[in-house]
């Protein structure tokens, strides 16, 4: 008997193992494939009330590839010139240094410098190519995890709450709970603050002349859409307006958009008035959020700035059954008699 136990144990570990070992490439589009799909479940509930749930499921899958496939190709499109661009700017800025009347020893550093720069920014614009095959996948797995989270939500839900443990279901509920209104505040503050970046980016181009007025409306769109995507998020489109300014050699605009974009766009935002908004939808404190955004992207990437504000919540959850058992522990001790000692004997 203890010897089947130990194979069974050893199996599930290696199934465990390898079964993690398959998902984990792609934690990152199922993640965000499920917080999307919540979302959206708010508009998928109405309209599976009038054409079906998988009916739903479907429309606003093709809804999400239509705009996030187009707005995709052409940004990709757009990253590729501004690559190309930047790097044959890097080996022009160089080979004209070196032309210039410098001491022998300034020019020697300035060609090993640049003999190590270049081939560095060569192989990342390579490596970033060849990873748009990956990154593809990514996204049919995220549109995937999209439909089925949003046409099997009731079941998934139901599933959830069956498998509590009828012992502890209290704190299991208050766990789901707790959740829920983490998530949805961080999802609420995502949606208005990306909405807040896409106008703050239209401004931007509008105070620096990037562009005219209608492809800076079209600037601040395409900031809200890629505030969505991990990959390139919202501040790729002022790091395209300040190397486009810098390729032309109008330094200082390239310099006031990127301060502008930093600061006002993307990630400084993210990092200062998210927490706040979370903070005041869930009752946290400012400084717990902005520990768990801080770190959870520093240890999970994009991800993180919604794992780590989830987890660090349920953590206080837990510290409070923790305490309130405890408490009950020791008023369950001082309320019980203490064990009444041996009845004196009558002298004589």
Do not use: C
Not at 52 to 79: D, F, M, N, P, Y
Not at 133 to 156: D, N, R
Not at 281 to 306: Q, R, Y
């Amino acid at each position: 008997m203890r010897a089947e136990l130990i194979v069974w144990t050893v199996a599930v570990l290696i199934i465990t193992y390898l079964a993690w070992e398959t998902v984990s490439p792609l934690i990152t589009p199922i993640f965000f494939g499920v917080v999307l799909a919540y979302a959206a479940y708010p508009i998928h509930r109405r309209l599976s009330n009038r054409i079906g749930e998988k009916e739903s499921a479907v429309a606003l899958s093709v809804g999400i590839v239509g705009i996030g496939g187009a707005v995709t190709v052409e940004l990709l499109l757009i990253s590729f010139k501004v690559a190309a661009s930047f790097y044959n700017s890097i080996v022009e800025f160089f080979d004209w240094l070196t032309s210039q009347p410098l001491p022998v020893e300034v020019l020697g550093f300035i060609e090993r410098f640049s003999g190590q720069l270049v081939p560095r920014v060569s192989e990342y614009v390579s490596n970033w190519t060849f990873s748009l095959p990956l990154y593809t996948l990514q996204l049919i797995v995220f549109l995937f995890t999209f439909y089925y989270s949003l046409a099997y939500a009731e079941e998934i839900s139901k599933q959830i709450y069956l498998s509590l443990p009828s012992k502890n279901r209290e704190l299991g509920e208050r766990i789901l709970e707790s959740l829920n209104k983490t998530l949805g505040a961080l999802v609420r503050a995502w949606l208005v603050l990306n909405i807040i970046k896409g106008v703050l980016m239209t401004i931007g181009f509008i105070l620096f002349r990037v562009s005219d007025i209608y492809t800076a409306i079209v600037a601040g769109f395409l900031t809200f859409i890629f505030s969505f995507i991990p990959l390139f998020e919202g501040w790729i489109i002022w790091l395209i307006a300040a190397a486009y300014f810098a390729m032309n050699g109008s330094y200082l605009h390239a310099a006031g958009i990127a301060l502008y974009g930093f600061f006002l766009v993307s990630p400084m935002p993210d990092y200062t008035i998210r927490p706040m908004m979370v903070a005041r939808d869930t009752d946290l404190d400012e400084t717990l959020v902005f520990i768990g955004m801080v770190g959870g992207t520093w240890a999970m990437g994009v991800k993180g700035l919604i794992i780590g504000p989830i987890v660090l919540n349920l953590l206080l959850v837990l510290l409070k059954e923790w305490k309130r058992v405890t408490k009950s522990e020791e008023l369950s001790h001082r309320r019980s008699p203490s064990p009444a000692g041996p009845a004196p004997r009558p002298e004589g």
